[in-house]
C-alpha cells in the first residue's frame, strides 16, 4: 500500500471544496494556523480527522483501505480506456458521419 500524507489529501479536498481556511478553522474548533499545521502533517488523530471528515464531507479513511485504493486505481484506468473509445467514436463519426436517427451511414 502506498503511503499518503494525509495532510496533503485534506489540502486537496479542502482547496476543492467552496469552504475558506477560517471557516474550517472555525469548523473543527482550531485555529489558522493549526490548520496549516494539520495540513503539512504527515500522519493525524483520527478523533481529529474524523471530525475533518464530517466538516468537508469526505471520508479520508478510505484513503488508507487497501479497496479503495485498488477501486481508484481501477476507475482511473476505466477512465483512460473510456476517453480512448470516446475519441475512437468521435473520429468514426467523424469519418462515416450520423444521421438523424443515431443510424451510421454507408
Request: proline share 1%; no cysteine.
Amino acid at each position: 500500500m502506498q503511503e499518503i500524507h494525509i495532510g496533503n489529501e485534506i489540502k486537496k479536498v479542502l482547496d476543492a471544496s467552496d469552504v475558506s481556511v477560517s471557516d474550517f478553522a472555525r469548523r473543527i474548533n482550531k485555529s489558522r494556523g493549526n490548520v496549516y499545521s494539520i495540513i503539512s502533517r504527515k500522519s493525524i488523530d483520527t478523533d481529529l480527522l474524523r471530525n475533518i471528515s464530517e466538516v468537508l464531507n469526505f471520508d479520508f479513511f478510505l484513503l488508507f483501505s487497501q479497496t479503495f485504493e485498488s477501486l481508484s486505481y481501477r476507475i482511473k484506468t476505466l477512465e483512460k480506456e473510456n476517453h480512448m473509445v470516446s475519441t475512437l467514436n468521435e473520429l468514426l463519426l467523424e469519418k462515416y458521419g450520423e444521421n438523424p436517427k443515431g443510424e451510421i451511414k454507408n
